[in-house]
């Protein structure tokens, strides 16, 4: 069983199983730290291993396109910080009011999505949504899924997103209304997608804005 403290009380679903809000949840972690001390070392020690990622060829060994492929990403992430890397999640998780993918239907959910197509941009970044919306894991879920979706256009198209170049508070607004409409994420990515594959610091600048996208700005991944 994870442990984790409730800075507010739980809210039950629909289907009578509490939803936990990723705002209200304090995740118990292997370093024993709290607060921004743990923020801190938590963005200092996953962004080491994103910078592995790229320097130690580890991520052309990952799964591309698949929850297995995902999970193997978060867990090399996040392994040092949490015992549920990797693992999918057992809770009902919510967040600004959205809740993700019910626990229990959950597995079938991730099968399904594993399933997609990914041929092309459209299908890549619908897969990328439904990913985003089942939000598997208990914390990490944009880090680690935005590095899955460069795999996959990375494959599949011959290009990646220079997150650099794609604004915070634009890709926040437009996922957030994306499991209704998805036409301004996929323009918005669209316009930043560049065929600088194998650039180093089109990754390492973009691990540094996915990071920021979440709050985590106090290291520069290239100097972690």
């Known amino acids: 069983m994870v442990e984790y403290r409730k800075k507010q009380a739980q ?36 962004k080491q291993k994103a910078k592995r990622l790229y320097d130690e060829h580890i991520l052309d060994s990952f799964e591309v396109g ?10 090399w992430l996040f392994e040092d910080i949490y015992d549920f890397a990797g693992q999918t999640r057992k809770l009902n998780l919510a967040k600004g009011g959205f809740r993700f993918a019910s626990a229990i239907y959950l597995d079938q959910a ?24 089942a939000h598997p894991f208990l914390e990490g879920n944009g880090r680690a899924t935005r590095i899955w979706l460069d795999a996959m256009l990375k494959k599949e198209i011959g290009k990646v997103i220079n997150w650099a170049e794609v604004d915070r508070e634009d890709y926040l607004a437009a996922m957030e ?19 600088e594959t194998e650039n180093r610091a089109v990754f390492m600048h973009g691990i540094d804005a996915s990071y920021r996208y979440e709050g985590y700005s106090r290291y520069r991944t290239e100097e972690v």
Do not use: W
């Open 66 to 75: 698949t929850y297995a492929g995902l999970q193997a990403i978060h867990q």
């Open 177 to 195: 209304r994306s499991p209704v409409k998805d036409t301004e994420i996929k323009v918005l990515l669209q316009a930043a997608l560049t065929d």
């Open 110 to 133: 991730l099968c399904q999505i594993s399933d997609m197509p990914q041929g092309t941009f459209d299908q890549i970044l619908a897969k990328y949504i439904e990913m985003n919306i």
């Open 11 to 46: 809210q039950p679903g629909n289907d009578g199983e509490p939803i936990a809000s990723e705002e209200s949840m304090e995740l118990k972690n292997k370093l024993g730290l709290e607060g921004v001390e743990f923020q801190y070392e938590e963005e200092r020690i996953s």
